[in-house]
């Protein structure tokens, strides 16, 4: 059971811009980075942001995250066909040392 | 390049064990964590645990403990994750990714994934 909550869908049309909220818990979120993975059907996941904002090397500008209290959200703009995936927020969990979790999961549909 | 490379697709019945390796290359092995995370049909994704390439230490999430063991060979920088007592709900497929022993970088490079089938 995921404790980091998010919605179970959003959609834009292209161009658009998108955001999708992660709520998670003064143990997770509030006391750790966050973490943005895309996730396209039958593929890997993919690291979109990491350290709360940072986009790794190769990951377009459109993609941008931020961090409050105990939730994040990340904002997909311009959108495009190619980004119709499943989005998922994680954290480190410190109310049991060394723990990771994942979101709920988003999944984001170009209309 | 930097990859990781996961070993086959399994079909196991119930009650039997699976282990699914994980080759890496082209970085510094025990320069990182190496996370295992699962995803059911139709589920979303679910972290199972880590193990430290370097000290060989694990972390597993509790729902997992007692069937799960992660290791590792450093001679052939390769990881391993073992599940016993296999149950039709642990058919899934399973992902290997590493991250940074430091700097907090994300699970940045991921492996292929593995299908594990369970039916009897």
């Known amino acids: 059971q995921s404790v980091l909550t998010q919605p179970p869908s959003a959609s834009g049309t292209p161009g658009q811009r998108v955001t999708i909220s992660c709520s998670g818990s003064?143990?997770?979120?509030?006391?750790?980075?966050v973490y943005w993975y895309q996730k396209l059907p039958g593929t890997a996941p993919k690291l979109l942001i990491a350290r709360n904002n940072q986009r790794p090397s190769g990951v377009p500008d459109r993609f941008s995250a931020s961090k409050s209290g105990t939730s994040a959200s990340l904002a997909i703009s311009g959108l495009r066909s190619e980004d119709e995936a499943d989005y998922y927020c994680a954290a480190w969990d410190d109310s049991l040392t060394g723990l990771y979790v994942f979101g709920t999961g988003t999944k984001v549909t170009v209309l | 390049q930097v990859q990781v490379v996961q070993s086959g697709a399994e079909v196991k019945k119930p009650g039997a064990s699976v282990k699914v390796s994980c080759k890496a290359s082209g970085f510094t092995f025990t320069d990182y964590y190496m996370h295992w995370v699962r995803q059911a049909p139709g589920q979303g994704l679910e972290w199972m645990g880590w193990?430290?390439?370097?000290?060989?230490?694990?972390r597993y999430e509790p729902r997992f403990q007692g069937r799960v063991t992660m290791s590792r060979d450093t001679s052939i920088s390769t990881s391993y994750m073992e599940l016993t007592s296999l149950r039709s709900d642990d058919t899934a497929v399973y992902y290997c990714a590493r991250e940074a022993l430091s700097g907090w970088a994300g699970m940045d490079v991921w492996g292929q994934g593995t299908t594990v089938t369970v039916s009897s």
């Open positions: 003064s143990s997770n979120i509030g006391s750790n980075y």
């Open positions: 193990i430290n390439l370097n000290s060989g230490g694990t």
